[in-house]
């Protein structure tokens, strides 16, 4: 680490130590030197000739510790990019912004990703499965009035038969009950479903000492009671759950970004009449 010295300071370092090893008068040192007593004595009782630091010693955020350690944990766990960071969760984190996220992340030694494997495997196309295999998302909804909902879609992989529900939540409790309507509902046997790592669907994100005490998730006890395999999509890969990401595009597209409605009745008559264009679509509330 470098010596600190002020720009505007009026002393310099030879003079600081001339004055630590004279033994002259505080007085006659600030006459000959032309500077204030005060300072002279300053730097008589200094142990080194450098100017201190300026600016608070413990950097102001104005993210809390708590959401300071969320994020942390976040990048540890997931290692995602800053913007994807960002986009996780803005929605959970208010005061949240790219530059706060930024600092907060070089304040923790977390800002530069470790280098990638030159050798990583290319992309590869999705395999061949039998109908059944079926993607699961949950995309926000914002209504004009700024009341936001939450629309859960299942989309099969190879039959494109699709399921919504339009919720004001998206709590775990909320994830299982659609998942057991969506298994109710469908015509064939589900045997896969691939996610997210969002906390409603699994824990995987979680540090093992954050897990609750029953370490397997609710949405995965109804997978496991239904035969069914939960995958995950891979961390920074999200294209792998594309094909619902697409889906829920085509519904806001063709509903809340084209229209205006008063209230959340006329959206929820309105993606029923668009769901229900397609024999393939079905849908509840």
């Given at each position: 680490m470098g010596s600190v010295h002020h720009a505007n300071a009026k002393t310099t370092?030879?003079?600081?130590?001339?004055?630590?090893?004279s033994k002259e008068s505080i007085a006659k040192l600030a006459k000959r030197y032309n500077l204030n007593p005060k300072t002279v004595a300053k730097w008589r009782k200094a142990e080194g000739s450098d100017d201190g630091r300026s600016g608070p010693k413990k950097p102001k955020s104005s993210l809390s510790e708590?959401?300071?350690?969320?994020?942390?944990?976040v990048r540890r766990v997931t290692q995602f990019p800053l913007d994807d960071i960002f986009i996780m969760l803005k929605d959970r984190i208010p005061s949240l912004t790219r530059s706060n996220l930024h600092r907060c992340l070089v304040r923790h030694g977390l800002n530069v990703l470790p280098k990638e494997d030159n050798k990583s495997k290319e992309k590869q196309k999705f395999k061949s499965y039998d109908v059944?295999?079926?993607?699961?998302d949950i995309t926000q909804i914002v209504l004009s009035g700024g009341q936001k909902l939450y629309l859960f879609v299942g989309i099969c992989r190879v039959?494109?038969?699709?399921?919504?529900e339009l919720h004001d939540n998206m709590t775990q409790e909320t994830a299982c009950a659609f998942l057991n309507n969506l298994i109710a509902d469908c015509p064939f046997k589900i045997h896969r479903i691939l996610t997210d790592n969002g906390a409603q669907f699994t824990y995987a994100l979680l540090a093992d000492h954050l897990k609750p005490k029953d370490?397997?998730?609710?949405?995965?006890?109804?997978?496991?009671?239904?035969?069914?395999?939960?995958?995950?999509?891979?961390?920074?890969h999200p294209w792998t759950n594309g094909q619902v990401e697409t889906f829920n595009k085509t519904l806001k597209n063709a509903t809340v970004k084209t229209y205006h409605y008063d209230d959340v009745i006329q959206l929820k008559q309105h993606?029923?009449?668009?769901?229900?264009s397609s024999p393939h679509l079905r849908q509840i509330w």
């Open positions: 370092v030879r003079v600081r130590k001339e004055i630590q090893e708590r959401e300071q350690q969320i994020i942390c944990e059944g295999y079926v993607h699961i039959s494109k038969y699709a399921y919504v370490k397997t998730h609710p949405f995965d006890k109804i997978c496991q009671k239904n035969n069914i395999i939960h995958k995950l999509t891979q961390f920074k993606l029923m009449s668009y769901c229900m």
